[in-house]
């Protein structure tokens, strides 16, 4: 599989149309929640719900950059260990996993 890790602003707009031609032609993608936003929660909610639907992998900064580095023998590790444990902003995505119209 060729991978794609996807952030960016108007989750429901260009992250969502990135997404959905980059499955399109057979990428597995990953889009990064907590690096995508919108002008409303709204917009954003339904464009992760939209993107996960038609098979894209929903995730967090933190988490793929884990996956990406492995395992602590990454000579980058203690760097980004340094990183991940500032802390971040709430993103507002709590209310996606409560909604019950929503397949997440």
Not at 8 to 24: F, K, N, P, R, Y
Not at 29 to 55: C, K, N
Not at 67 to 79: G, M, V
């Amino acid at each position: 599989f060729n991978t794609a890790i996807i952030c960016g602003i108007e989750a429901h707009v260009c992250v969502l149309q990135t997404a959905i031609d980059l499955l399109s032609q057979g990428y597995r993608v990953y889009v990064v929640v907590d690096a995508v936003s919108s002008r409303s929660l709204t917009d954003r909610m339904y464009a992760f719900d939209h993107m996960r639907q038609a098979g894209a992998f929903l995730t967090t900064f933190e988490s793929i950059v884990l996956q990406l580095t492995q395992d602590a023998s990454h000579p980058k590790f203690k760097q980004i260990q340094q990183l991940i444990k500032t802390s971040a902003a709430d993103t507002g995505l709590f209310p996606l996993q409560n909604n019950p119209h929503s397949s997440l």
